[in-house]
């Protein structure tokens, strides 16, 4: 790629997309800043983290926006792009006064809320053929226990929006039959951020919603990733299964396989994103169950496992980071190369600590068998063909440490929940 002037802003330093993203660009000669409201993230003590700035939350959208803007106006230009949902809805809301300071590839406002609020994002999937879970948005619990009742078998209570909660939680499954589901719902809504600037602007996308629960979630999520040029529309493509998540019944990915792109699904990912106006960085997860490919969730930023995507031949944040300073010869280097790459050498990707943490915790608790775990573990260490590691690398190990200690500090301060994440979900 080759050294270029301009430096790069990358925010959520404790986020392992974040992580891939400082690894990728600083081995590309540019330098990055990391920023983070934590002055302990593991991305801030890579070697290719040139700087740390420490900020106010991402989830105060107008005083992070503020401070970026004055961040941004002393030294050289810089480069930012979207790590988290937080950050994507601040840089779309005020895209016109940071771009004035900021090199930006950054959709619009109403693209981007497409993408956060689930509900409009399902309407814009059945517009054009993509199949997505059965799904309620009741407006109160009383209401929401009903739809559960009369769906019937177990459902699925999560945010509209993830910027809706102030504590960030994937969902919630629950028996549709017992009296929890009204409890779970009115929990969610005493947890609404409701002095964010998504309520005030976007009151509809506050409330919860109601999916019915598959439990092929558990290893069945299939994901198409790529880039997406917004000139154009030329898109390159990766397909993965997520084969193990924590917490197991809804959660974030501990590993992933390779998977062949399916033509029709990877065309209507290409119609959506023409559809709402997308461009840049995605990922979308599918659950494939009862023969269907259902949409669930689209990630228009750096996500969990890029760093998988990156080893097998897409160098998304240098093409993210190409694409906002202006340097189209070099976008058009690096789409060519995720066309045309090889990519059948890596076999998987996980986080090796977390998984093997619970794992162990899985065989204390005798939640899992000693096969199973003998399994998991040695496909975690490369039993299948080489193994992406969410946060180790040899070439830069200290992030490993700082990941491993923020891990068992959290686990000290939070006992019961780090035992219900990791030992007493059924397997």
């Known amino acids: 790629m080759g050294t270029q002037a301009a430096e790069i802003f990358l925010g959520n330093a404790n986020y392992y997309g974040t992580l891939a993203a400082v690894r990728s660009l600083g081995r590309a000669g540019v330098k990055v800043l990391t920023v ?21 939350p991402f ?86 226990a009903k739809i559960a009742k009369d769906a019937g078998e177990t459902v699925l209570i999560k945010p ?14 629950v028996e549709s039959s017992g009296h929890r589901v009204q409890s779970i719902f009115d929990s969610y809504m005493k947890d609404l951020s409701t002095n964010s600037e998504l309520a005030k602007q976007y009151p509809s996308s506050m409330a919860p919603l109601i999916q019915k629960y598959y439990p092929q979630v558990a290893e069945n999520v299939y994901s198409l990733s790529g880039f997406r040029e917004s000139v154009g529309g030329g898109v390159i493509m990766r397909a993965a299964r997520k084969i ?80 906002a300073t202006g340097n189209q010869a070099e976008v058009n280097r690096l789409m060519a190369h995720g066309h045309l790459e090889k990519h059948d050498e890596v076999a998987g990707f996980c986080n090796g600590f977390v998984l093997a ?40 190990t200290l992030p490993a440490f700082v990941d491993a200690a923020r891990f068992l500090l959290h686990s000290l301060r939070h006992p019961r929940a780090f035992v219900r994440q990791f030992g007493l979900e059924p397997m």
């Open 357 to 396: 943490t619970m794992v162990k915790m899985q065989r204390l608790l005798r939640t899992m068998s000693r096969e199973e775990a003998t399994r998991w573990l040695n496909w975690s260490r490369g039993s299948n063909g080489p193994t992406i590691d969410a946060v180790k690398d040899r070439h830069d």
């Open 36 to 56: 983070d409201p934590s002055m302990i993230s593991h991305s801030r003590y890579s070697r290719y983290s040139s700087q740390h700035l420490t900020c106010p």
């Open 59 to 144: 989830e105060e959208t107008s005083a992070w926006a503020e401070w970026l803007l004055r961040t941004a106006r002393v030294g050289q230009r810089r480069a930012i792009y979207a790590t988290s949902d937080a950050v994507s809805f601040a840089l779309a809301r005020y895209k016109n006064e940071l771009s004035v300071d900021l090199d930006l590839y950054q959709p619009d406002l109403d693209a981007v809320m497409s993408i956060l609020d689930k509900g409009l994002l399902m309407q814009h999937a059945q517009a054009i053929g993509i199949e997505t879970p059965p799904t309620w948005f009741p407006e109160n619990g009383a209401e929401a």
């Open 244 to 323: 193990l998540q924590q917490p197991r019944s809804i959660g974030i990915g501990l590993g992933f396989e390779p998977a062949a792109i399916d033509p029709i699904l990877a065309d209507k990912t290409k119609q959506l994103c023409e559809r709402i106006g997308y461009y840049g960085v995605f990922e979308l997860e599918f659950i494939l169950a009862d023969g269907k490919a259902m949409l669930i969730d689209f990630n228009g930023r750096f996500y969990h496992q890029i760093a998988f995507d990156i080893a097998r031949g897409m160098e998304l944040p240098a093409l993210s980071y190409a694409a």
């Open 160 to 173: 509209r929006s993830q910027l809706a909660q102030r504590t960030k939680t994937k969902g919630t499954s």
